[in-house]
Every structure is written in structure tokens, then in C-alpha cells.
């Protein structure tokens, strides 16, 4: 019994962490806001090849200070693309400016610019894919679990989603359509993790109907904790594998998903269920509800126990 309280107790002071750091993460995203990619609000596009060889971090270095500002440099074939918000002035030439500043000869392959209307479409097309895919979500848990439930394992979703941009705002990186499509896969990981520990606990709500509901909640929990641990650290690896030798072009979707699963764990463990638990969550809540009898019709007594 001493366990048992012992794990309630850490499961309330984690819930009480989790709403101060969603809070703060609420504070910093309306102070701060997102660094948004090129892909919400345009910027020119340019593809070079140079005749020596250098690496990336190298050529984003020289970039910086000619542009004002830190390009994204991506390897691109035989050459690079650099994407960049806007020319210095009408007349700059990137390649021509490059080529004085290397040494060595600098070829313009291509160049476009993606205009800020474009941009605007695409967060409006972002926002209503992340719309429908927590839409799918609250009709998926509204029909499977009991109101108290399903609440608990939304919440939790809106807390993982939350902590994940308070990050990218935190640490001012960009975020774009790429991060966008790691932070609808998060929300999906999220909902299964806390699914995983809602459903052990409504199948055993029915059947211990004299137990207490903070031990119910414990041993759900504990029948599912070695399953979340093998399965978010063997997803973690593998991400983490991603974060540390993708490079920058999938940093931001690395990142999205390695703090994403990390904040998901936490939250099926600590957020979804003990949510449930405080909204007055009761194993009466999924007791079969006994059948009148039709008239002239003689049910066993144990059919109303």
C-alpha cells in the first residue's frame, strides 16, 4: 500500500509540473511567437555550384553576414541551395557577391522567389491540417472511452503539442512544413501512448469495482509501463540517430519528434489518466447497467448484483 501512494504521489506532483511548464510554454509562444521557415512567409530560393569544396556550416558562415541574416544551406547535387527571406537590395547579386568573398568561381544554377501569398496559403492549409487531424482524434476517443476519460487523454494531446512549439519558441529554431508533418505524427504517438493506458484501466474498471480508483490508475499504469518504456526508447534511438547525424536539413523534424515522444511518455504516464482521475473518474462509470425485465419475465438475482 505504501507503493501505491507513493506512486500517486508522484503521479500528482508530475501533473502539477506538466500545467506549470504548459503555462510558461503558453507565456513564451504568445511573447515570442514561432520563427517561421520559408515555407510560410516566402523568400528567394537559389541553387549554386562552386569549384572548391566546403561544408556547410562553412558556407552558412560566409552567407550570414552578407545576407543579414542566417540562410538555410542544403546540399543540392553537385552544388547547394540557399534560401534566404530577401536580396539585400534590388540589384544584389548572391553569386557574385559569393565568388569575390571565396575566391573562386561561383555559378548561379537557378533562382526563384516564393512570394509571401504563398506563404499565407500555406499556413492557412497547415492550420486545417492540424484542425482535421485533432478533429479525427476527438471523435475517435469521444466514441471509444467514457467522457472523463477521453478529456484526460486530449488534454494530455494539447499538452505534448504545446511543450513541443514552446521549444522550437524557447530556442528560436525554424519551424516549417517539415516540423509541421513531425508534429502531426506526434500528436498521433501521443494518442496511442495514452490510449495504451486508458484501455488497461477501462478493462479493469468493470471488474474491481471495490478497489480504490488511485490504486486502479497505479496498476494500470504499471501493466503498461514496461510496454511505453521498450517501445518510446526504441523510437528515441532511432530519432536520436536522426537529430545527431541528419544535419540541418532534418534537424527541426528530428527534434520535433525526439522532444515530441520524450513529453508524449511523460504524458500518458502522468498527465492522461490521473486527468481522469481528478474529473471524477469511478469504476461505476463502466458497470453494465442491469436489464429490466420485460413483463411476465423472471431474471436471476446475481443478473442485479
Known amino acids: 500500500m505504501k507503493?501505491?501512494?507513493?506512486?500517486s504521489f508522484w503521479r500528482y506532483c508530475a501533473l502539477a509540473l506538466s500545467t506549470v511548464m504548459v503555462l510558461s510554454a503558453l507565456?513564451?509562444?504568445?511573447?515570442?511567437?514561432?520563427?517561421?521557415?520559408?515555407?510560410f512567409t516566402g523568400g528567394m530560393v537559389q541553387d549554386i555550384t562552386l569549384s572548391q569544396p566546403i561544408k556547410a556550416e562553412q558556407l552558412t558562415q560566409v552567407l550570414t553576414p552578407i545576407l543579414k541574416e542566417r540562410p538555410q544551406v542544403v546540399k543540392n547535387g553537385d552544388g547547394w541551395r540557399i534560401s534566404y527571406q530577401q536580396d539585400p537590395s534590388p540589384d544584389f547579386a548572391l553569386?557574385?557577391?559569393?565568388?569575390?568573398?571565396?575566391?573562386?568561381?561561383?555559378?548561379?544554377?537557378?533562382?526563384?522567389f516564393v512570394g509571401s501569398q504563398v506563404g499565407s496559403g500555406q499556413v492557412a492549409q497547415s492550420a486545417l491540417a492540424v484542425a482535421m487531424a485533432a478533429l479525427g482524434i476527438l471523435t475517435y476517443l469521444?466514441?471509444?472511452?467514457?467522457?472523463?476519460?477521453?478529456?484526460?487523454?486530449?488534454?494530455?494531446?494539447?499538452?505534448?503539442?504545446?511543450?513541443?512549439?514552446?521549444?522550437?519558441?524557447l530556442f528560436g529554431f525554424e519551424f516549417d512544413l517539415t516540423v509541421l508533418a513531425a508534429l502531426l505524427a506526434v500528436m498521433g504517438y501521443s494518442v496511442n501512448d495514452?490510449?495504451?493506458?486508458?484501455?488497461?484501466?477501462?478493462?479493469?474498471?468493470?471488474?474491481?469495482?471495490?478497489?480504490?480508483?488511485?490504486?486502479?490508475?497505479?496498476n494500470a499504469i504499471r501493466s503498461t509501463f514496461s510496454?511505453?518504456?521498450?517501445?518510446?526508447?526504441?523510437?528515441l534511438f532511432t530519432v536520436g540517430a536522426i537529430l545527431l547525424l541528419g544535419g540541418e536539413p532534418l534537424f527541426g523534424?528530428?527534434?520535433t519528434l525526439f522532444v515530441g515522444i520524450v513529453v508524449g511518455t511523460w504524458s500518458s504516464i502522468f498527465v492522461a489518466a490521473t486527468l481522469g482521475?481528478?474529473?471524477?473518474?469511478?469504476?461505476?462509470?463502466?458497470?453494465?447497467?442491469?436489464?429490466?425485465?420485460?413483463?411476465?419475465?423472471?431474471?436471476?438475482?446475481?443478473?442485479?448484483?
Open 3 to 7: 507503493n501505491l501512494k507513493t506512486l
Open 27 to 39: 507565456v513564451l509562444l504568445s511573447w515570442r511567437g514561432l520563427a517561421l521557415g520559408q515555407d
Open 95 to 112: 553569386a557574385k557577391v559569393l565568388s569575390a568573398k571565396l575566391g573562386s568561381p561561383v555559378t548561379l544554377v537557378n533562382s526563384s
Open 142 to 169: 469521444a466514441v471509444r472511452f467514457e467522457w472523463r476519460l477521453a478529456t484526460g487523454a486530449i488534454l494530455a494531446l494539447l499538452h505534448d503539442v504545446v511543450l513541443v512549439l514552446g521549444v522550437f519558441s
Open 194 to 218: 495514452s490510449i495504451v493506458v486508458a484501455d488497461r484501466l477501462r478493462e479493469t474498471l468493470g471488474k474491481r469495482h471495490k478497489t480504490p480508483m488511485p490504486e486502479l490508475v497505479d
Open 227 to 235: 510496454r511505453t518504456l521498450v517501445t518510446s526508447g526504441t523510437t
Open 253 to 255: 523534424f528530428a527534434l
Open 277 to 305: 482521475e481528478l474529473f471524477g473518474l469511478k469504476p461505476e462509470h463502466y458497470l453494465k447497467k442491469p436489464r429490466e425485465p420485460k413483463e411476465g419475465e423472471h431474471l436471476p438475482a446475481a443478473h442485479f448484483q
